[in-house]
């Protein structure tokens, strides 16, 4: 009797990591070829169109192959790294075991397609839509699956092809927005992405196909005349720079280009004596129940936006579409917009309103310092109900900021500064900020905004109200 080990490789692949995402760059490997690694051990970080991300590797081996450099972009279910790992060979056989009696070859009826599923473990990839269970051990006679029904049609620039009965559609979120704003079935879409995956620009074909008149021949058009090709410029990189819109930039564009043209935005404006709120301030850093903790005028501002919600709950809320439904929520996820080297995220506090003051200070200070190390997670980012973004950092006075899509309201608040206001019937130099509250006309009328901003200026004039009204 003898016993044999064996090794075998297995390959990682590039896992889902937030909700649907298609794809991720890997920013940094952690280990080389040759280096042994362990179960849950952090081999590389990657960015998805969410946030960055380090992955941990299922299991225990030596690194054979990175099959893709530091920079690259990778589709989720890809191989991207190799392992060999030790496991035991087959069972011990006897030496000079009795011959088997021949059986009859038995035809293995096909195992059901598995439904599709998500990834519920970062580090285990994605299983594909319509994979197939290990085939039984024994004897058994292969069975020819049935070719699949390949979509006709013409290309990406003509009529969309009927809808085939298959897997679902692979398209990016802000693509099946569009998608699903346009009245456009993903099923009827001739991808011309990487991998099947269906663009915008395949969703605009569809719809421009629907709409055009029937195609006529037209006549013969005389031979054009022999002119002499004329070259594009050429890129000089001292002059420009060119740089590739990927990550999270690229899901922050075409997120704003889906909110502004979805939903109907209106801005109102305010402009406020905050002198009283800048006191409370100072006086705030000086209590022991604040110590080690950075407290702002944000603090307050988050803290006034949340007693306006409570007095006017409408405004926290969202569109169903599909539903043709307002969703009013019941508690606040504040979001709060923040600039980082990728671009900008808007991470949100869970159960806002839930929190005291000093909670809301140390959420506060862990939110943003997480967000400028690139730390942010994707469920960090998920689930905002209304947002604030501080264009006062800037220097700037104000703007009118564009929904975080999902959301029905949000607030930007302007630079603080002394500016000369009349107070006690006498001008004074006076600490003042403009405030700019966006929202969706289709749920929030003028007098539900009006409400809330005018509630949010009240109580950063006068603070006490965050006692009276909170």
């Known amino acids: 009797m003898t016993t044999m080990t064996e090794t075998s490789v297995r390959e990682f692949r590039m896992p889902d990591v937030g909700e649907g995402l298609t794809e991720a760059e890997i920013l940094t490997w952690y280990v080389k070829p040759g280096d042994r690694v362990t179960d849950g051990q952090v081999v590389c970080e990657v960015e998805t169109a969410k946030a960055a991300v ?11 192959e990175l099959h893709f450099a530091e920079g690259a972009t990778v589709d989720v279910g890809t191989p991207i790294i190799s392992v060999e790992v030790a496991g035991a060979a087959p069972a011990e056989v006897p030496a000079q075991a009795p011959a088997a009696e021949p059986k009859k070859e038995q035809k293995q009826e096909p195992e059901p397609a598995a439904e599709e599923r998500r990834p519920v473990l970062v580090g285990y990839g994605v299983s594909s839509s319509a994979t197939r269970r290990r085939p039984r051990k024994g004897p058994q006679v292969a069975v020819p699956s049935a070719p699949t029904a390949a979509p006709t049609g013409l290309n990406g620039h003509g009529a969309a092809a009927a809808a085939v009965a298959g ?38 074909a569809a719809v421009a196909a629907a709409a055009a008149p ?19 410029p050429s890129y000089d990189p001292a002059r420009e720079t060119r740089v590739p819109v990927k990550g999270v930039r690229k899901a922050t564009a075409a997120a704003m280009v889906g909110s502004a043209f979805t939903a109907p935005h209106v801005t109102e404006f305010v402009t406020v004596d905050v002198t009283r709120t800048m006191k409370l301030v100072e006086e705030l850093k000086q209590d022991k129940e604040f110590a080690g903790l950075r407290v702002s005028p944000l603090l307050l501002i988050a803290k006034a936006l949340l007693v306006a919600v409570k007095r006017n709950p409408d405004i ?59 730390r942010t997670s994707p469920a960090d980012m998920q689930g905002g109900t209304i947002t604030i973004t501080n264009v006062g950092v800037f220097g700037v006075d104000t703007g009118t900021p564009i929904l975080n899509p999902g959301e029905s309201a949000i607030l930007a608040v302007g630079a603080i500064k002394p500016q000369p206001w009349v107070h006690k019937g006498k001008v004074k130099p006076r600490q003042v900020t403009t405030l700019a509250l966006s929202f969706d006309h289709r749920l929030v009328d003028g007098e539900l905004g009006s409400k809330v901003l005018a509630d949010v200026a009240a109580i950063l004039e006068r603070p006490k109200r965050l006692i009276t009204w909170g």
């Open 54 to 64: 380090e992955l941990p590797i299922p299991y225990d081996g030596v690194v054979r």
């Open 316 to 374: 926290n809320a969202s569109w169903d579409e599909a539903a043709q439904e307002i969703v009013v929520k019941h508690y606040v996820n504040l979001g709060i917009a923040a600039a980082t080297p990728r671009g900008l995220i808007v991470p949100n506090i869970k159960d806002a309103h839930t929190k005291t003051l000093p909670q809301l200070a140390k959420e506060l200070g862990e939110l943003v310092t997480t967000a400028r190390e690139g």
């Open 167 to 204: 897997p679902r559609p692979l398209a990016k979120p802000p693509v099946r927005k569009l998608a699903k704003d346009l009245g456009v079935d993903l099923a009827t879409v001739v991808p011309t992405g990487p991998g099947g995956i269906i663009t915008r620009e395949d969703v605009h």
């Open 214 to 232: 029937p195609a006529q021949v037209p006549a013969p058009a005389p031979a054009p005349e022999t002119r002499a090709s004329v070259s594009a």
